[in-house]
């Protein structure tokens, strides 16, 4: 086969790929919106904003009195309100980020599909058990890289060595 009819299947390719994207391509409808806005507030996708607050606020707090214990307590317990203001306040941005998100990843009936399941008894475990699966999830995988960081540490100077690198 020649280098020129092998570029002529790589372009026949690209433009079959290229029509089957735009074939399965769909517009963002008023149905499809209202699913995801109702899919967002089912799982509750919108309020890890409020628990991303929370933990901004005792951040915030912490490092205040750290770096400034001159300011009063009674100050510093105004913060959480504050932080917690800003974020309902601007809820509607962050929805409006997240819809075209899900419009990406997911089709109207997936999002159906999604929403039907959210709505079964097992959709609501999930809904209730997922943020701690995340949150200790993310410790087994913190704890899991940290036990890797010596064989790490081994193969890249065994690698460096054999590359003639000095540590």
Same mark, same amino acid.
């Given at each position: 086969? @020649?280098?020129?009819? $092998?570029?002529?299947?790589?372009? #026949?390719?690209?433009?079959?790929?290229?029509?089957?994207?735009?074939?399965?391509?769909?517009?963002?409808? &008023?149905?499809?919106?209202?699913?995801?806005? &109702?899919?967002?507030?089912? @799982?509750?996708?919108? +309020?890890? /904003? !409020?628990? #991303?607050?929370?933990?901004?606020?005792?951040?915030?707090?912490q490092?205040? !009195?750290?770096?400034?214990?001159?300011?009063?307590?009674?100050?510093l317990?105004?913060?959480?309100?504050?932080?917690?203001?800003?974020?309902?306040?601007?809820?509607?941005?962050l929805?409006d980020?997240? *819809?075209?998100?899900?419009?990406?990843?997911? +089709?109207?009936?997936?999002?159906?599909?999604?929403?039907?399941?959210? +709505?079964?008894?097992?959709?609501?475990?999930?809904?209730? @058990? #997922?943020?701690?699966?995340?949150?200790? /999830? #993310? $410790?087994?995988?913190?704890?899991?890289?940290? +036990?890797?960081?010596?064989?790490?540490?081994?193969r *890249?100077?065994?690698?460096?060595?054999?590359?003639?690198?000095?540590?």
């Amino acid at each position: 086969m @020649t280098a020129m009819s $092998l570029h002529k299947i790589f372009l #026949m390719f690209l433009a079959l790929c290229i029509s089957c994207t735009a074939a399965n391509a769909e517009d963002l409808t &008023r149905e499809k919106r209202a699913d995801i806005e &109702r899919l967002l507030t089912m @799982t509750g996708s919108l +309020s890890l /904003g !409020k628990q #991303m607050a929370s933990a901004i606020t005792a951040n915030l707090a912490q490092n205040l !009195k750290q770096t400034r214990p001159d300011i009063p307590d009674k100050v510093l317990e105004l913060l959480p309100g504050e932080v917690m203001a800003t974020f309902e306040e601007n809820m509607d941005s962050l929805k409006d980020e997240m *819809i075209p998100l899900y419009h990406r990843h997911f +089709s109207a009936a997936e999002i159906k599909g999604l929403i039907g399941f959210y +709505s079964t008894d097992l959709g609501q475990k999930a809904i209730r @058990t #997922m943020p701690v699966l995340l949150q200790e /999830g #993310m $410790l087994i995988g913190q704890r899991w890289g940290q +036990s890797l960081s010596p064989k790490i540490r081994q193969r *890249i100077g065994a690698k460096l060595k054999q590359q003639g690198v000095k540590l």
